[in-house]
């Protein structure tokens, strides 16, 4: 169950309760969302990236406002200190001057996804800004997992060149090559996508350019990646196997 609270002269102000964040979330004004997990019950990865992209998202739709970083702080701390998850999913939306804060309990995928991979297709469609984190999106990506065939995790947004920009709620990476690749321009800068290029560096070669879906066949490994899910071994993108159809060892 999540609970959903609006942040209001200093303290949480509970609205209401509903089966999801995403459904949380249609019940609120539009405006900017980041979404994030808890570790250790009350520390978040990344969170000044997390106020970081509010604000930016908020400027990127044309609204001249400002974030209040340290209220943003309080809010997420009083949710935590009122629910007392042993871990937790959050959701702040800032619709200016309005700052709401939706939690519930962080509930990982189960194992085998990770030791066994997932499935994804393919989906003509893209984000109307793409690098915005709007409300607005939330619907659409709602109604479209609800239409995904039985045993599909993820559907993943491809541009009309064929490049496979990222996922209704995830940014996507093949490997090629010993080649690490992914779309650069047309995506969300995911908070986990940019810790995966950091630390990836180390590791083997970057190519900011999207995998195709002509060149699937080609990959020899795939993921995706997200607050929630980590990273998220690919095995099949439509009915195309990845590699030898099992997490490769490089992701």
Known sequence: MTVTFEFASGRLVELGRAESLARASLALPDGAY??????????????????????????????AAALEKEAV????????????????????????????????????????????????????LRRQNPRAKDTRFIATAASVYGKLPPGVHEGLLVGEDGALLEGLSSNFFGIADAVLMTEEGDVLPGITRALVLEVATGVLPVSRVAVRSEDLATLAEAFITSASRGILPVVRVDEVRIGDGRPGPLT
Do not use: K, N, W
């Not at 800032?94 to 990770?114: D, K, T, W």
């Open 34 to 63: 980041t979404t994030f997990r808890t570790y250790d019950g009350a520390r978040v990865l990344g969170f000044a990236d997390h106020l970081r992209r509010l604000e930016e998202t908020v400027a990127l739709e044309g609204q």
């Open 73 to 124: 702080r309080r809010a997420v701390a009083q949710a935590l200190d009122l629910t007392r998850y042993p871990e937790s999913r959050l959701r702040v939306t800032f619709a200016p001057p309005r700052l709401f804060v939706s939690i519930e309990p962080f509930a990982p995928l189960p194992e085998r996804c990770y030791r066994e991979g997932v499935a994804c297709v393919t989906l003509p």
